[in-house]
């Protein structure tokens, strides 16, 4: 006979064996009715794409926080074709067409990842709402364009060009011993030049970090960066314990780059005060946002989203600006006979001396503008933008996408299709000598109602940094270099420096990979 003791001791036995059994059983069922769902009843079930990105956003997720999803989406782009599902409810989009077609029209809403953001005010970057997108831009529209940004184009030389020009003349004046050759980081030297750019147009400020060495304000922008990455994709960090916690530097950090934003606009409003006229207001970007009004509605922005503008700018003009000149230098030295070529093209125009400006570049420059193009085909700073497919679905490479589903228009396989790009994995600048149309197919802008309001001043930057360089200093490769012309791959292409993928694609070991001799142009 059991005792009530051995009685309960066997149903505890028996409930301690099933619950795990029940757990097992139900998490079997789960697992088996999504796999049903995915294969036969998904609206994506005719959509190519793996068995496990049907199931299970966590092979997007890895990717994502290893900054390895251009490697993820080139992959699958390879094997299933320009359309394939990349999680349950999503799709990518890999062809140039296709991907115009999202880009063009607002009803392709952004992916409620951007909402996810909520430390600044709603930008032109950020917000998900239409109107506001396209009030903003005719705010801030006139501000971008050439006409308006030649105006600032003295400031952009003097805190671009010009200040990076004075510190390699700086290196390699105090190179001792070298014989007039200097080793420099060139991503760490573009970045905080670019920066400096940005700064001294949207700030009103001259920081010069280039020239200081004072890198607090990049490494705030660099932390607002993570801080932007870190709440799209892990809603987590934005918790009060998070923020207390585990990431109370960055937030205040953050926190600090936005008091900068504000006291700036303050700074500025106060200077405006003491005018009699409008003859002595600075030429600079800040003052054409204060300025900035909506032809439509003649509204203009208030000081938050002045200085949520700013801030935007800052953080998207400076990293990719500098990642591109970083990895337009990079191929060059990878491929010496482009290399000859570009230094040739300017030499053969300008004095050594001569600060070339942009319009000299555009007209005479021809081959380095193309190398320029070529790089940000091949390595394009941007990486997927999301967006809501529209009210009724849309037909994408021949597959039917229902309303609820999303879709990422993939930049870097864009722009690396093989429909459109003859051997897209090579560099190859003669492709857009004289062929705007093809310049138009590259996607690192985006495209569209959302193209890139900032477009013009990164092109202005990138053309004219790299002109002078190329003008006036010799670049070499260091003996220990790891990557180098000889090193190939199976394609026999150059095998590339490793790099990551957050808001940017970035090299990953700059200060490793990045490193270049110069010596002053004979």
């Known amino acids: 006979m059991n005792t009530p003791d051995s009685s309960s001791g066997i149903s505890g036995l028996l409930w301690g064996l099933v619950r795990p059994l029940s757990l097992c059983c139900g998490l079997s069922a789960y697992f088996a009715w999504k796999v049903f769902y995915a294969l036969y009843l998904s609206p994506l079930r005719n959509v190519p794409g793996s068995f496990w990105t049907r199931i299970s956003y966590l092979p997007m997720f890895y990717h ?10 080139n992959y699958h782009a390879n094997k299933y074709g320009s359309v394939f599902v990349m999680e349950p409810k999503k799709i990518a989009v890999c062809d ?5 077609i999202v880009l063009g029209s607002h009803s392709f809403l952004k992916d409620h990842h951007y909402s996810n953001v909520e430390f600044i005010e709603p930008n032109m970057f950020l917000t998900r709402d239409p109107e506001l997108n396209k009030q903003r831009r005719r705010q801030v529209g006139p501000v971008l364009s050439l006409s308006s940004l030649k105006r600032m184009e003295p400031q952009i030389l ?3 060009p010009k200040q990076l020009c004075d510190k390699w003349d700086r290196d390699i004046q105090n190179a001792a011993g070298s014989q007039g050759v200097a080793r420099v980081c060139y991503h760490s030297d573009f970045t905080l ?4 750019v940005i700064s001294s147009l949207g700030f009103g400020q001259s920081h010069r970090s280039l020239t200081t060495g004072d890198k607090k304000i990049v490494n705030w922008v660099n932390r607002t960066f993570t801080l932007i990455f870190l709440q799209a994709v892990l809603p987590i960090v934005k918790t009060r314990l998070f923020k207390s916690i585990f990431a109370k530097s960055l937030y205040n950090d953050v926190d600090e780059f936005i008091a900068l934003g504000t006291r700036a ?6 200077l405006l005060s003491t005018l009699s006229s409008d003859e002595g207001k600075p030429k600079d970007m800040l003052q054409s946002f204060i300025d900035a009004e909506d032809p439509e509605s003649k509204i203009r922005m208030t000081s938050e989203q002045v200085s949520a503008e700013t801030i935007i700018s800052l953080l998207a003009g400076s990293d990719t600006s ?7 230098i990079h191929l060059l030295l990878m491929h010496p006979e482009y290399y000859q070529r570009a230094v040739s093209e300017v030499r053969q125009v300008f004095d050594r001396d001569h600060l070339i400006v942009y319009s000299e570049a555009k007209i005479n420059l021809p081959f380095l503008d193309a190398c320029i193009y070529e790089s940000m085909r091949l390595m394009p700073v941007s990486s997927n933008l999301a967006r809501c497919m529209p009210r009724g679905g849309v037909v994408l490479g021949g597959y039917f996408i229902p309303e609820n589903h999303t879709c990422s228009v993939s930049i870097n396989a864009a722009n690396r ?11 190859l600048p003669e492709r857009f000598i004289k062929d705007d149309a093809k310049k138009r197919m590259v996607l690192t802008f985006s495209a569209g109602v959302r193209v890139c309001p900032g477009r013009n001043l990164a092109l202005m930057e990138i053309f004219t940094t790299l002109a002078n360089l190329l003008n006036r200093y010799d670049l070499k490769l260091p003996e220990d270099s790891l990557f180098t012309p000889e090193k190939i791959d199976k394609n026999g292409n150059p095998v ?9 694609c970035v090299p990953k070991f700059p200060e490793r990979d990045c490193v270049v001799l110069i010596s002053k142009r004979k």
Do not use: H
């Open 64 to 73: 994502d926080i290893r900054g390895t999803e251009p490697e993820f989406m």
């Open 96 to 100: 140039p067409e296709d991907c115009l």
């Open 158 to 160: 003097e805190a671009g």
């Open 193 to 196: 030049m670019t920066f400096d």
């Open 265 to 270: 606009i303050s700074d500025r409003k106060q």
């Open 322 to 328: 500098s990642n591109t000149l970083s990895w337009t």
């Open 417 to 427: 299709n093989s429909r459109v790009w003859k051997n897209p994995m090579k560099y």
């Open 496 to 504: 590339l420096m490793p790099y990551r993928t957050a808001a940017t």
